[in-house]
Nanobody, 122 residues
Framework: QVQLVESGGGLVQAGGSLRLSCAAS????????MGWFRQAPGKEREFVAA??????NTAYADSVKGRFTVSRENAKMYLQMNSLKPEDTAVYYC?????????????????WGQGTQVTVSS
C-alpha cells in the first residue's frame, strides 16, 4: 500500500507561480512512475505531467508544456507551476503508477492522493 499526500495548493493571480509537493509513504514506490492530474468542476480528470522512477524521463500535457516542471527526489514529487492561467484552476492530484512506465491515462495509476486545490484569479 502507498499513501500519497499533496500540499502547496492555494490562490494565486494569473501569471503567478505555485509549487505542489507530493509526499509518499508506505510500501516503497521508488520503481513506480508518478504523475500529476487535475480535475476542474464539471470536467473529467486530466493528465498534467508524469515522471519515471529515475526522473530521467518526463511527459507533459500540451496545455502546460513550457510552464510546468515535474521532478522527484527520494519519496517526494514536485510540480513547479509558472505563468499560471485561470484555466489552470482545478484540484490537483498526484498518483503512483502501476509500473515504471510513464503514462497519461488514469487507468495506469494505482494509488492517488486526496488532492489540493489550485485557484488562479484573473
Amino acid at each position: 500500500q502507498v499513501q500519497l499526500v499533496e500540499s502547496g495548493g492555494g490562490l494565486v493571480q494569473a501569471g503567478g507561480s505555485l509549487r505542489l509537493s507530493c509526499a509518499a509513504s508506505g510500501r516503497t514506490f521508488s520503481t513506480y512512475a508518478m504523475g500529476w492530474f487535475r480535475q476542474a468542476p464539471g470536467k473529467e480528470r486530466e493528465f498534467v505531467a508524469a515522471i519515471t522512477w529515475s526522473g530521467g524521463n518526463t511527459a507533459y500535457a500540451d496545455s502546460v508544456k513550457g510552464r510546468f516542471t515535474v521532478s522527484r527526489e527520494n519519496a517526494k514529487m514536485y510540480l513547479q507551476m509558472n505563468s499560471l492561467k485561470p484555466e489552470d484552476t482545478a484540484v490537483y492530484y498526484c498518483a503512483a503508477g502501476r509500473t515504471f512506465r510513464i503514462s497519461d491515462s488514469t487507468e495506469d495509476y494505482r494509488y492517488w492522493g486526496q488532492g489540493t486545490q489550485v485557484t488562479v484569479s484573473s
